[in-house]
């Protein structure tokens, strides 16, 4: 060891004492006191102990154990931002199904809708023509009936018209072969 203080020591001792009588010499001349100094040093050593062991370790490990916190939560944070970004994938993808769901929905009703209308559009049609053949069928009925009573009239008025132009009163039977043959004759018509 070579510290300034022991070079000077020596260069100034006389050689006959050696180191100690140095040491001495010195602590005499700028007023040290050994044992004092040693005393301190021990207190120093024993106070730097106890603040080492009963407020730095403790002090560090709590810093240590926050820092293990922070870092767990700083993982912790990590991993949720990956969920969420997970989740958030998952999410458009099942949103993006859900439109194409939807999208096939629409379709199918459109579809749907189109085969009834034109269900219904065949079935109108149906109905008009099933309208349409009962309004025939009654026309030709209503014919078939004005006619048969154009018919009875006609006959009718034949009959008349021969017992005026007769003047005189016609019996049943004749009566019926005039009837007959002004039907023969509007049938013909």
């Known amino acids: 060891m070579s510290s300034p203080l022991l070079f000077l020591a020596a260069a100034s001792a006389p050689e006959s004492g050696g180191i100690v009588d140095s040491i001495t010499k010195i602590s005499t001349d700028f007023g040290l006191n050994v ?23 403790p002090i ?8 293990k916190k922070i870092d767990s939560g700083l993982k912790y944070a990590d991993e949720m931002k990956a969920k969420l970004d997970a989740a958030q994938q998952a999410a458009e993808a099942q949103l993006r199904e859900a439109q194409l769901a939807v999208r096939q929905i629409v379709a199918d ?42 018919r009875t009239e006609v006959a009718r008025l034949v009959v008349a018209t021969t017992q ?12 019926a072969r005039f009837n007959e043959a002004a039907a023969r004759e509007l049938t013909e018509v």
């Open 109 to 150: 009703a459109q579809k749907a809708a189109k085969e009834i209308s034109e269900k219904q559009q065949q079935e109108a049609v149906q109905r008009a023509d099933a309208i349409i053949a009962k309004a025939q069928a009654a026309i030709e009925l209503e014919k078939t009936k004005m006619l048969a009573e154009a």
């Open 60 to 67: 560090l490990a709590t810093i240590g154990d926050r820092q």
């Open 35 to 57: 044992p004092s100094i040693l005393a301190q040093i021990v207190n120093f050593a024993i106070v730097a102990g106890l603040l080492w062991w009963l407020a730095f370790k």
């Open 164 to 175: 005026r132009v007769l003047a005189k009163e016609l019996s049943e039977p004749e009566r």
